[in-house]
């Protein structure tokens, strides 16, 4: 991001804490399917990410090929998901898999089985959630838009919570609008909006209802040019932070005029 977005965001805004961890920049970035690992390693440059998500699947560890961890800098914090998982049990054993693999404790739990929708099952991931976050992993639960599930991740133990803007790589955006702000107002720990958007201008909303932070996959990896979507979703992301930090305006139903309707103009 620019020099002057950078002094924007250090004068008017404090870094984004997640498990006592301080983020600067607010657009987290998944890896999926991305064509090429240069595109992704551009992606995660341009963008100025700290955060990006890596299903353990893809990750080679038994170093066939080229290991995806390669393409991630080390100041960037990796969050294994433990994407494929269709029940709690599983997502578990995922995430201990990943941290007996060096992948730490930073895991993004995706408990889905329904194989039409993709929609998140709230009560696994809430079970999982329960285990991990007891066995100190840090738990970032993905999860359809609820006020009592994520009043139960909270107390179990979640370090955010991730409502879904709209159904995964349908690049939607924000089709939950309404539930995601509640849980805006209501829930303490960071709201990170995850799954359906689909362009820059998803990402500004999000961020200017309140939302903590956004993370994008879809999106970005099948673009035509992922980097420089990448960019803009980033800078989309922080100019969205900066317009709900200015306490925006609130909507009208009716004109208001910006300059005064009486005045030289009318007089006889």
């Known amino acids: 991001m620019s ?20 983020f600067k920049n607010r657009f987290f970035l998944g890896t999926g399917k991305f064509k090429n690992k240069s595109d992704l390693a551009e992606s995660i440059r341009l963008s100025g990410t ?5 299903a353990l699947r893809r990750i080679d560890l038994e ?29 578990v054993r995922i995430a201990r898999l990943a941290e007996a693999s060096g992948c730490g404790k930073w895991i993004k ?3 889905i089985n329904d ?3 993709l929609l998140p099952d709230n009560q696994e991931t809430l079970k999982a959630t329960e285990i991990l976050a007891a066995e100190g992993f840090i738990v970032l639960p993905y999860v359809s838009p609820d006020l009592y599930i994520a009043r139960q991740l909270v107390k179990a133990g979640a370090a955010t919570i991730m409502p879904l803007g709209s159904l995964i790589g349908s690049n939607q955006g924000l089709k939950t609008r309404e539930l995601i702000q ?3 107002e209501e829930i303490d720990i960071p709201i990170v909006v995850d799954a359906g958007i689909g362009a820059p201008s998803h990402a500004a909303e999000a961020m200017e209802m309140g939302a903590d932070a956004v993370l ?4 970005v990896a099948t673009a035509g040019h992922p980097p420089l979507l990448a960019e803009a979703f980033s800078m989309a992301t922080h100019a969205g932070r900066m317009a709900y930090l200015s306490q925006l305006p ?11 309707l009486t005045g030289f103009l009318y007089e006889q």
């Open 216 to 219: 994008v996959n879809t999106a």
């Open 109 to 111: 739990i995706e408990v």
């Open 182 to 184: 509640v849980l805006i």
């Open 250 to 260: 609130e909507r009208k139903n009716l004109a208001d005029a910006s300059s005064p």
């Open 63 to 91: 170093r066939h090929e080229d290991n995806i961890l390669e393409y991630i800098p080390d100041h960037v914090t990796l969050l294994t998901n433990t994407s494929g998982a269709r029940t709690a049990d599983e997502a």
């Open 50 to 54: 700290e955060i990006v998500t890596v």
């Open 3 to 22: 020099s002057l977005n950078h002094s924007l965001s250090t004068s008017a805004d404090t870094p984004l804490v997640i498990a006592g961890k301080s």
């Open 115 to 117: 194989s039409k929708y």
